[in-house]
């Protein structure tokens, strides 16, 4: 018990002191950058041979920055370990067209029953490349440690970052060729097609939610980044994220569409191979205003792995930059959430009973002064659920109390699972309430409570208690 203890602790310390660590970046006028990467293991130590990671960073002039990191299995086969947190760094020029990149990443997760433990993971990284443009290659190396696994290895890799250059405001200056034109919330079945589990039974259909953010870089051209998770029929515990492109026909209230997109994905005993999917997709949209519906029909597959889905797909969203408001807030939080189990908190027969320690990072985006949508992504760091994780999407509402003081409410559907806690076939719904108070007028200290539930009932139902830091910036349109 008492090493239980330490190592929370330590994990709180380390993770509130990359966040204050992280403030430079927001000191300056921001913008955002997608990267890929894709590292292999020196050691062979577990199912898992090399990760994938994608990350959505906010950067600065002067090379900081911070936000927030997916990584997952992506060789061997251990398809379904997911890591999430918060990464830091600092990108510094070596002439007009090279640069080298110093990073440190702190996360929990796991899956793919690689993380009987804890499933915090450390993840310092070093590499240099070439600026390409818009576009920056990589190649370094890096150390991947995961605490309650035999996962400690150095490792060998690429990345490849694209600024978004959306026309972000924040401390002055304007500018962009990217546009954020759409925040979508997504349902869609997974129907198999012949597809087997790990443990050779036969996939059975998934029925999947999720959201997605649209940039639209022209009329006829748009990078997409989306999330699902399983919250009924087969596969309780399955999630993928995916990126990709989406290519218009036509002009007009109604437009065909083709898409393409690539990703991460596995868990629920889904046979994702070593976790790289890919997807190819076509459909119709209809956007007679600011609210818009995709109807499509979408093929997706695992690169390594038995897992092969043919998936309706039904989209629906808002646009922005289509009225008289010219700009959109944002805010951008990470911390740390602690569950309280309930008596019904894990399935019958798992041994271990601890609190699991979350690490949390969510993404508002405000549609009045006051009301906002939220999607928020939670991986387990301590408490013996490494691969215990959670998505959610939802609205909340911010109330100005005094100058520095202000209260939100919120409320949130999603889907979640592993590690043994019982979500009931993993359809959840959440609610919470956050205590802020602004140290500068773009950093926010949060402390808050809540409650999270399997929608079934009769499964986990845990008090939340969370801290954590707030950051909100602009954008233009």
């Not at 690490?359 to 691969?387: E, V």
């Not at 402390?447 to 909100?472: C, E, H, R, S, Y």
């Amino acid at each position: 018990m008492m090493k239980t203890k330490t190592r929370c602790l330590n994990s709180l310390r380390a993770a509130m002191a990359l966040l204050v660590l992280g403030t430079p970046a927001y000191a300056e006028r921001p913008n955002l950058v997608f990267r890929l990467g894709l590292d292999s293991l020196s050691y062979d130590q577990s199912a898992i041979n090399g990760i994938a990671g994608m990350s959505l960073l906010v950067t600065t002039d002067s090379g900081y920055y911070f936000g927030e990191s997916i990584y997952s299995a992506a060789l061997g086969q251990g398809g379904g370990f997911f890591v999430g947190g918060v990464e830091l760094g600092k990108t510094t020029p070596i002439g007009e067209r090279f640069f080298w990149d110093a990073s440190l990443f702190i996360g929990g997760g796991g899956g793919a029953k690689q993380v009987p433990g804890d499933g915090l993971m450390l993840r310092p990284q070093l590499h240099f490349g070439v600026n390409m443009g818009r576009a920056r290659l990589g190649v370094g190396a890096a150390w991947t440690q995961v605490s309650g696994s035999a996962i400690s290895s150095p490792s060998f890799g690429v990345t490849l970052s694209r600024a978004l250059d959306l026309a972000l405001v924040s401390g002055g200056g304007t500018g962009g060729n990217t546009e954020f034109s759409q925040m979508r919330v997504r349902y869609r079945p997974y129907i198999p097609l012949g597809s087997t589990k790990r443990s050779g039974q036969p996939l059975k259909r998934m029925q999947m939610i999720g959201a997605e953010m649209i940039f639209a870089e022209s009329d006829q051209r748009e990078t997409f980044i989306a999330a699902n998770g399983a919250v009924a029929g087969d596969a309780e515990g399955y999630a993928d994220w995916q990126i990709g492109q989406r290519y218009l026909l036509g002009q007009g209230g109604l437009r065909a569409y083709g898409e393409a997109s690539v990703g991460i994905g596995g868990g629920g005993s889904v046979d994702s191979g070593g976790g790289l999917i890919a997807s190819l997709g076509a459909g119709l949209r209809w956007q007679p205003g600011r609210v818009g519906i995709d109807l499509g029909i979408n093929a997706l597959t695992s690169i390594t792995g038995d897992f092969l889905v043919l998936s309706p797909a039904l989209n629906i969203g808002l646009a922005f930059g289509g009225g008289q408001r010219q700009s959109t807030d944002w805010q951008i939080s990470t911390g740390l959430t602690l569950q309280f189990p309930n008596a019904n908190f894990r399935k019958s027969g798992v041994a271990n009973t601890g609190a699991p320690l979350m690490i949390d990072t969510k993404i508002d985006l405000f549609l009045s002064d006051n009301l906002y949508m939220s999607g928020q992504a939670y991986t387990a760091l301590a408490g013996g659920a490494g691969g215990y994780q959670i998505g959610l999407i939802g609205l909340g509402y911010r109330q100005k109390l005094a100058p520095r003081w202000s209260l939100s409410g919120e409320a949130f559907v999603g889907a979640g699972g592993g590690a043994g806690v019982d979500t009931k076939g993993g359809l959840l719904l959440a609610y919470g309430v956050d205590l802020d108070y602004a140290l500068t007028e773009r950093m926010f200290v949060t402390v808050g409570a809540g409650q999270v539930m399997a929608l079934q009932g009769g499964g986990m139902a845990p008090l939340t208690a969370n801290i954590g830091f707030k950051f909100p910036f602009t954008t233009l349109h």
